[in-house]
Structure formats: C-alpha cells, structure tokens
C-alpha cells in the first residue's frame, strides 16, 4: 500500500480478486472513503480515497480494512460454492415450502360465538389496561 | 489470522480409515467433533493411531465406533436421521420472540402478540424487555395475560420472561402469580457485596461484565445466594479486549459450576444455548430463533437487530409471518447464519454447535457475513467452547451438563 496525495493506493493481481471482491470491500467503507478501480489483463489497481482528511494511520486501516473485506469475500465465494451441494439441498426446500403461518383456530371458525366470546374478553383486559395508564 | 489450530507436522492418514471429522488441538488433546455433534478427546498419540487405522482389538475401537469416526464400521442410517434431525430440514419456526415494550402502547402490544402467534412451532417464549416496569406496566399487565390466553386457546406451551432493570415488588408477585420468568438485567463491576440484593427477585440474571468485574467464582456463589437458576454473562465490549476479558471471567464462572453445579441450582445460558446443537437453539439467531418487535411496532431480524433498517422486516399491522421467505433480509440472514457458507466456520470443530448471528456481524463489523478472524464473537463463542469440551474428560463436568439435561454423550 502507498499513501499519495491523501490517498491510499495500491495493485491486486488477478484472478485471486475479482470485480465482486472489490466491490465488497467497497461496500465495507461505505460513506467513509471513495473508491476508484482501473483495470488491466493482469490486475487492478485501486485507490481509496477518505471522505475527510485522514491521517496517515487511518489511511492505512482503510485500506487495510478494504483489503480485509475484499479477500474474505473472495475466499467466502469460494467456499459458498465449495459447499453448495449441501447447502442447497437444505436452502431449496426451506424456501420452496414457504414459511406457512398458523391457520385460522377451527373452534372459532366453526363457532363464531367463540371469537366473539374471545374478542370481548380481549376488548375486557384491553379496557382494564387502559384504566391503569 | 486464523483461530483454527494446526499440528506442526500433520499426522499421516490412511484412506478408508476415519470417518469425516473436524479436529482442534486444545493443550495436549486433541478434539475430535463429527457433522452432528459427536465427539471425542484423544491424546495426540492416539489420534495419529486413529488416523493410521484402528482394528476392533485397539481400546479406542469401543470409543470411537459408536460415535461414527470409524469410516469401515460407519452408520449411513443414523447418520442420515441425525443430519435431518439437526439441519434446517426440521426447523419449524422461531421459537423466541423479544417484545422491546419501550414506547410499545396497548394496541401495538395487541397486534404484536397475534403476529407472535401466527408463527408455528410446537412452543412460544415470549421474552419482554423493558427498563422501568413502572414505565410500561399496564403494556405488561396486558401482554402477560393477552399472551396467557392466546397460548390456551391454541394448545400451545408458552413461556414468558420479563427483563428488566427494575421492577416493584409488587409488580414481581403479579409476573410470578402469571407463571412469567422474572429477569434482571445487571452490570457486573468488581467483587460483589453477598449482603446486596438484586434490583427484584429474579430467577434469571443477563450480566453485562463491567471492565473491573473480577472474581467470578464469588459472583457465582453470589447468584446461587439469591436463587437465580441461570445466567447469561455478557461482554463488555464486542472487540479484543472485551473478549479476553470475557472469556477469563467465564472461564472461572463456569469452572465454579462444575465443582459446585452439582449441589446447586444455577445453570450456564451459554453453555445450555450452544450445545444445544442446533442453529435455531442458539439465542439470538436471526429469524430462526428469535424474531423482534420494537415499540413502533416494526419487526426486526433479532433483539441485536432492532434500530436496524436494513434488518426491518415490516410492521406487525401488514406483515404477515407467510411473507418473510420472500423479503430479501430473510435470504440474507439464513445464508449468512449456516456456518458451511463461513470460511472458518465450514473447518471448524465447533461447527455443530455455534454460529454468529448474523446481525451480530452487522452491528460490530459492518457487514452480515462479518470477519470470523478479527471477529470477538466468535473468539468468546470459541473460548466458551473450548472451556466445555476440554472439560468433558471430568466426570464433574459430564453430571453438570447431564443435570442440565445436555445429551453429550
């Protein structure tokens, strides 16, 4: 990493980082730094720069703070994918199925005087909470 | 950086020979945890044996066959029963809703409570957070019964705890008479004083550790004193310090209970939430233990998560527990939660038993995902965890947890 002219600026080589590694470590300085990325065959370059005037300490840890993020998502994509045939066979079905909600009591569906019974008691506890504030 | 641990020079494996196994060096022994929780505690002699192959005559042979680690005599049944059992495949809900009462009036409390109970599962808990009870009482008052009733009228156990900092006397016998746990929210700061009572009688105590709080074996036996039956200890701060801090202090905690926990009625809610051994028992955990419902009315990922907007699921007064599959915070929070989807996590020996909540990760690290090497969650999850598994060699231990009601045999 070199610090210039307020900046942080420093080369990551291809293909150990890509495009969605940068972007999270992008995302991970959120309002705090720009960042700008040029991009060869073999590499990219990146310069971050603070949304305020940093020292040269805080410099360093933002960017080493990007770096942290951009080299975690990469590893972590790789072991998402890694991983994938197991996790999908539990994510799928977990999603597929939805999450379904409780039905509707049947002793008040069948009785309507139930729920009403319920919603008096309920309007009951209600007004006596009421009557304490 | 990496919290795993790794052997000098690796020992030699014979294919065919163990079964699919994490290790983690703790001291001179060697842990030994499979998919679904099994384990075993090797010297580091016997785990290279194990490594190069073990017959039915080796001593180990009784130890390790039953728990799976042989791959020759390897179960693929209970393997697949066990693996459906502890997978998301068997998850019915969350199970632990937080109510943050704080500015929460009487008809938001109402509606909260129907949302909490249009969630399945086979049993509610319904934890409500408060500071003063004075503040929000009638809310309480109400919640307590409204939850009472609504529990009967759909046959399904429900469990109420108050936290608070403080309550009445009075306020206290009221929750008690209406079967709901009392909980006292502390700061633990050096020695305690046995003489001082909590701020109200509470079976359960969330201790945040203060930066001066020392001897942890005294403030256990000051717990056991006033009749508390478990504790959660929490960190002072979520960073390094706060963590070596913290896992000094539990460790002795713990330590205490082992030697004594078999007299005494106090129990460890850490040690209970992670060898629980499933993601959804973890407390805190994102949408598949815990959701929140703040004074406003909107519903969080989690208690850690509310304030949140990015974890915002909606409001109790739209959202409809059969939409959250489709919200994008959802898909976020479970993807981030499996530790197979963690680097650290998928090699991890711990793997079975613990994760970092996701919106931990948020609110300390900026992101879902987090950074498990510079995260302090996970070095005090990891530090409790070692704490307990070296500890299951001692039989002191293994009564403790069986008291407890923890299966790992």
């Given at each position: 990493?070199?610090?210039?002219?307020?900046?942080?600026?420093?080369?990551?080589?291809?293909?150990?980082?890509?495009?969605?590694?940068?972007?999270?470590?992008?995302?991970?300085?959120?309002?705090?730094?720009?960042?700008?990325?040029?991009?060869?065959?073999?590499?990219?370059?990146?310069?971050?720069?603070?949304?305020?005037?940093?020292?040269?300490?805080?410099?360093?840890?933002?960017?080493?703070?990007?770096?942290?993020?951009?080299?975690?998502?990469?590893y972590?994509?790789r072991v998402?994918r890694a991983n994938?045939p197991l996790?999908?066979?539990?994510?799928?079905?977990?999603?597929?199925?939805?999450?379904?909600?409780?039905?509707?009591?049947?002793?008040?569906?069948?009785?309507?005087?139930?729920?009403?019974?319920?919603?008096?008691?309920?309007?009951?506890?209600?007004?006596?909470?009421?009557?304490?504030? | 950086?990496s919290k795993l641990t790794s052997f000098e020079k690796p020992p030699k494996a014979r294919p065919g020979a163990a079964a699919p196994h994490q290790f983690r060096l703790l001291g001179k022994k060697v842990l030994i945890t499979d998919e679904h929780g099994r384990w075993a505690l090797l010297t580091i002699p016997e785990y290279r044996r194990f490594l190069a192959g073990i017959g039915p005559e080796d001593p180990l042979w009784p130890v390790l066959q039953p728990r799976g680690f042989l791959a020759g005599a390897y179960d693929f049944?209970a393997a697949a029963?066990r693996q459906?059992?502890?997978?998301?495949?068997?998850?019915?809900?969350?199970?632990?809703?937080?109510?943050?009462?704080?500015?929460?009036?009487?008809?938001?409390?109402?509606?909260?409570?129907?949302?909490?109970?249009?969630?399945?599962?086979?049993?509610?808990?319904?934890?409500?957070?408060?500071?003063?009870?004075?503040?929000?009482?009638?809310?309480?008052?109400?919640?307590?019964?409204?939850?009472?009733?609504?529990?009967?009228?759909?046959?399904?156990?429900?469990?109420?705890?108050?936290?608070?900092?403080?309550?009445?006397?009075?306020?206290?016998?009221?929750?008690?008479?209406?079967?709901?746990?009392?909980?006292?929210?502390?700061?633990?700061?050096?020695?305690?004083?046995?003489?001082?009572?909590?701020?109200?009688?509470?079976?359960?105590?969330?201790?945040?550790?203060?930066?001066?709080?020392?001897?942890?074996?005294?403030?256990?036996?000051?717990?056991?004193?006033?009749?508390?039956?478990?504790?959660?200890?929490?960190?002072?701060?979520?960073?390094?310090?706060?963590?070596?801090?913290?896992?000094?202090?539990?460790?002795?905690?713990?330590?205490?209970?082992?030697?004594?926990?078999?007299?005494?009625?106090?129990?460890?809610?850490?040690?209970?939430?992670?060898?629980?051994?499933?993601?959804?028992?973890?407390?805190?955990?994102?949408?598949?233990?815990?959701?929140?419902?703040?004074?406003?009315?909107?519903?969080?990922?989690?208690?850690?998560?509310?304030?949140?907007?990015?974890?915002?699921?909606?409001?109790?007064?739209?959202?409809?527990?059969?939409?959250?599959?489709?919200?994008?915070?959802?898909?976020?929070?479970?993807?981030?939660?499996?530790p197979d989807?963690q680097p650290l996590c998928s090699q991890c020996a711990y793997r079975p038993f613990?994760?970092?909540?996701?919106?931990?990760?948020?609110?300390?690290?900026?992101?879902?995902?987090?950074?498990?090497?510079?995260?302090?969650?996970?070095?005090?999850?990891m530090?409790?965890m070692d704490?307990?598994l070296e500890?299951l060699n001692?039989?002191?231990?293994?009564?403790?947890?069986?008291?407890?009601?923890?299966?790992?045999?």
């Amino acid at each position: 990493m070199k610090l210039v002219k307020g900046s942080v600026v420093f080369t990551l080589g291809k293909p150990l980082y890509g495009s969605e590694g940068l972007a999270a470590g992008a995302l991970a300085l959120g309002t705090r730094a720009q960042v700008f990325v040029g991009e060869t065959k073999a590499a990219f370059s990146v310069e971050i720069k603070p949304a305020a005037k940093a020292s040269p300490e805080k410099l360093l840890a933002l960017g080493g703070e990007f770096l942290n993020e951009a080299l975690n998502h990469e590893y972590r994509q790789r072991v998402v994918r890694a991983n994938a045939p197991l996790t999908q066979a539990v994510f799928a079905p977990l999603f597929a199925k939805g999450f379904p909600a409780v039905p509707a009591d049947p002793l008040e569906e069948l009785e309507p005087q139930v729920k009403a019974d319920r919603a008096k008691d309920i309007g009951d506890l209600l007004a006596q909470a009421r009557g304490m504030s | 950086m990496s919290k795993l641990t790794s052997f000098e020079k690796p020992p030699k494996a014979r294919p065919g020979a163990a079964a699919p196994h994490q290790f983690r060096l703790l001291g001179k022994k060697v842990l030994i945890t499979d998919e679904h929780g099994r384990w075993a505690l090797l010297t580091i002699p016997e785990y290279r044996r194990f490594l190069a192959g073990i017959g039915p005559e080796d001593p180990l042979w009784p130890v390790l066959q039953p728990r799976g680690f042989l791959a020759g005599a390897y179960d693929f049944d209970a393997a697949a029963r066990r693996q459906f059992e502890r997978s998301l495949l068997s998850w019915k809900g969350p199970g632990s809703h937080a109510l943050l009462l704080d500015g929460m009036d009487l008809d938001g409390a109402r509606r909260t409570v129907e949302f909490v109970f249009s969630c399945p599962g086979p049993q509610l808990t319904l934890e409500l957070v408060f500071d003063d009870a004075d503040a929000v009482w009638p809310v309480v008052w109400f919640v307590a019964q409204y939850a009472r009733r609504k529990g009967e009228w759909s046959r399904r156990p429900v469990f109420l705890i108050a936290r608070a900092r403080s309550m009445s006397p009075d306020q206290a016998d009221f929750l008690r008479s209406h079967g709901v746990t009392r909980c006292v929210d502390l700061a633990l700061d050096g020695k305690p004083d046995m003489a001082k009572a909590p701020a109200f009688r509470a079976q359960r105590a969330r201790a945040r550790l203060g930066p001066g709080a020392a001897e942890p074996a005294a403030w256990a036996r000051w717990f056991e004193a006033w009749g508390f039956e478990s504790v959660r200890l929490l960190p002072s701060s979520l960073d390094e310090k706060g963590a070596e801090a913290f896992a000094r202090f539990h460790s002795g905690f713990f330590g205490w209970l082992i030697e004594h926990g078999e007299g005494a009625g106090l129990r460890d809610e850490w040690v209970l939430g992670l060898l629980g051994g499933r993601l959804w028992n973890l407390p805190g955990m994102d949408i598949l233990e815990q959701l929140a419902y703040d004074g406003a009315g909107r519903v969080y990922t989690s208690e850690e998560a509310a304030a949140d907007a990015e974890l915002a699921l909606g409001s109790v007064s739209t959202l409809r527990y059969q939409d959250l599959p489709r919200l994008p915070a959802t898909g976020a929070v479970i993807a981030a939660s499996h530790p197979d989807d963690q680097p650290l996590c998928s090699q991890c020996a711990y793997r079975p038993f613990c994760a970092v909540p996701p919106s931990v990760n948020k609110k300390h690290q900026g992101g879902l995902w987090g950074q498990t090497p510079s995260s302090a969650a996970c070095s005090i999850q990891m530090g409790i965890m070692d704490r307990i598994l070296e500890s299951l060699n001692d039989e002191k231990c293994l009564n403790l947890l069986n008291k407890w009601s923890v299966d790992m045999v």
